[in-house]
């Protein structure tokens, strides 16, 4: 077994089709789109290297097999902001081989240590966290389009060689309509609030425009932004350009009355985004986006074969918490849900373990848990103590008292 840094367009290719190979008689796994994971490594496509920088290896057998990959990234903004430098790795895919699954960690681990790294994430991607975050340790079903699919055994290979769990992720599940396609009801609870809320003088509600779309982004940035400033005190601010460029791409498969916001006196105050799951077309297209793909993905658009939602991301300004405006977001969206009976499931993901406030408004809105990710985290420098990522969040509040 040898491992080479990816260098060639052959060396790119067989990256991207390693996966193809591995889970070949899994059902359950959908292959991402090849031109997806390559523009992850393209400085013209991925803004991320703006502020860093990223590589990657493949590992081969004797016969020049394909029997690995690994990519390691360094994001500066967010390693400036953690407790010690702190780079990440990810698109680790391995047969069932724990001696070569070190291998590809020991490449990874070595580029970073010689960058200055003192800790790694993973697996994680080289950019925005609604991607390729986390690895898959339970509900091992068709994931939404973003969420991460991987082998069972990786989990023992990531703990086996001294990661450590920083962070769970929970997906939560809620069915929307029935098998008989009746709608199924919101919590009452809930819904009184929400009506109370969208009354109240002052209070606006709008859903997402792509004719506007700049004005939204530009709400999103602000709402996201202030809010996890406070609750996050490393936290690193959403780049408007980088989220402008996210909705362009997702711009095929927008629902627009699937994207709430709220506003107050003419401020934006809180938004929610959730989108058809992609997944559920992409899965018949082995990863390539040619004309004739293209053709087939308008008629399944057309004839509703997205029959899941995935909630990706929402936030409330600090200063309209704990007030029900999430209530009169979801009465919104129960009520675009109700004009479109194709959409049967929505997905919430993902949310912290560390974000005991979301979960609650998960469980409120009568959603399941039904998937949980990980993300890990191994320390390169081990004079410095590991610390899960809320017990960091803990001691910063405890500080801030």
Not at 329 to 337: D, G, N, T, V
Request: with cysteine; proline share 5%; glycine share 6%.
């Amino acid at each position: 077994m040898h491992v080479t840094e990816v260098t060639t367009s052959r060396d790119r290719k067989d990256f991207v089709n390693f996966p193809k190979k591995l889970y070949r008689n899994d059902p359950f796994w959908v292959c991402p789109l090849d031109s997806g994971i390559e523009s992850v490594f393209d400085p013209a496509q991925n803004q991320a290297f703006r502020r860093g920088e990223a590589t990657r290896w493949i590992a081969r057998d004797s016969s020049g097999e394909v029997s690995g990959r690994i990519a390691a990234f360094i994001d500066r903004q967010r390693s400036d902001a953690e407790h010690q430098p702190t780079g990440g790795i990810g698109f680790f895919e391995v047969t069932d081989n724990r001696d070569l699954a070190f291998m590809l960690f020991d490449t990874a681990r070595e580029w970073l240590e010689s960058r200055g790294m003192k800790a790694m994430d993973g697996p994680i991607n080289f950019g925005e966290n609604d991607n390729n975050w986390g690895l898959l340790v339970d509900g091992f079903v068709q994931q939404g389009y973003g969420m991460p699919y991987n082998m069972k055994y990786y989990r023992n290979y990531f703990e086996e060689y001294g990661f450590r769990n920083y962070f769970e992720q929970y997906s939560f599940h809620r069915e929307v309509h029935d098998p008989e396609n009746k709608f199924t009801v919101f919590p009452e609870r809930i819904m009184r609030i929400a009506e109370w809320i969208s009354k109240r003088p002052g209070y606006e509600f709008r859903h997402f425009e792509i004719a506007r779309s700049r004005r939204y982004v530009d709400d999103i940035a602000e709402i996201y932004n202030s809010t996890w400033s406070v609750f996050k005190e490393d936290f690193t601010p959403i780049d408007p350009a980088l989220l402008n460029e996210s909705l362009k791409k997702a711009k095929p498969i927008i629902d627009e009355e699937l994207i709430w916001f709220a506003y107050h006196n003419g401020k934006p105050i809180a938004f929610f985004v959730i989108m058809p799951d992609f997944n559920q077309i992409l899965k018949y297209f082995n990863g390539r986006m040619n004309p004739w793909n293209m053709i087939r993905f308008l008629w399944f658009r057309a004839t509703h074969k997205m029959t899941r939602a995935r909630a990706l991301v929402g936030g409330v300004h600090p200063s309209y918490q704990n007030n029900g405006v999430e209530s009169a977001i979801f009465l919104h969206i129960y009520k675009s849900f109700a004009k479109k009976p194709w959409y049967r499931e929505l997905e919430l993901s993902w949310v912290g373990d560390y974000n005991p406030r979301m979960l609650a408004i998960y469980e409120a809105l009568g959603a399941s848990r039904a998937k949980t990710h990980i993300t890990y985290r191994y320390m390169i420098d081990k004079v410095i103590p590991f610390k899960r990522y809320k017990d960091e969040m803990a001691e910063k509040q405890h500080i801030r008292d």
